[in-house]
């Protein structure tokens, strides 16, 4: 089982609940196992942090990015956040939302061949 910080759950249920555009489309993609017969889970709290979606039988991590994560801070955080979810033993895909919005094709491709 995965660390988790109990104290995340509120804000991931509230995350759940206000999802962007761009993680609404994939999430219609990702939910009820569409790809591989794989189970997905949105606003997944792992350690600290939470991930916009988790794959336990493919131990894979699936981030949708706003702006803010092109920023130096916001990609410094996410070389933390990234470096300590790939030393769990997980993968994690980032896709830009743009690229949701305008390529969920491809995206969705993506996801199935790392799946």
């Given at each position: 089982?995965?660390?988790?910080?109990?104290?995340?759950?509120?804000?991931?249920?509230?995350?759940?609940?206000?999802?962007?555009?761009?993680e609404r489309l994939i999430w219609s993609k990702l939910r009820m196992?569409?790809?591989?017969?794989?189970?997905?889970?949105?606003?997944?709290?792992?350690?600290?942090?939470?991930?916009?979606?988790?794959?336990?039988?493919?131990?894979?991590?699936?981030?949708?990015?706003?702006?803010?994560?092109?920023?130096?801070?916001?990609?410094?955080?996410?070389?933390k956040r990234d470096s300590y979810i790939q030393r769990l033993g997980?993968?994690?895909?980032?896709?830009?939302?743009?690229?949701?919005?305008?390529?969920?094709?491809?995206?969705?491709?993506?996801?199935?061949?790392?799946?």
């Amino acid at each position: 089982m995965l660390p988790y910080n109990k104290k995340m759950k509120i804000l991931a249920r509230n995350l759940r609940e206000n999802m962007t555009d761009a993680e609404r489309l994939i999430w219609s993609k990702l939910r009820m196992k569409q790809l591989k017969n794989c189970q997905f889970y949105r606003q997944k709290v792992i350690g600290n942090y939470i991930v916009d979606f988790y794959c336990p039988k493919a131990k894979l991590v699936v981030e949708v990015d706003g702006g803010q994560h092109y920023m130096d801070e916001g990609k410094k955080k996410d070389e933390k956040r990234d470096s300590y979810i790939q030393r769990l033993g997980l993968k994690v895909l980032r896709f830009s939302d743009r690229d949701v919005l305008k390529n969920i094709n491809s995206v969705s491709e993506e996801v199935f061949n790392n799946l």
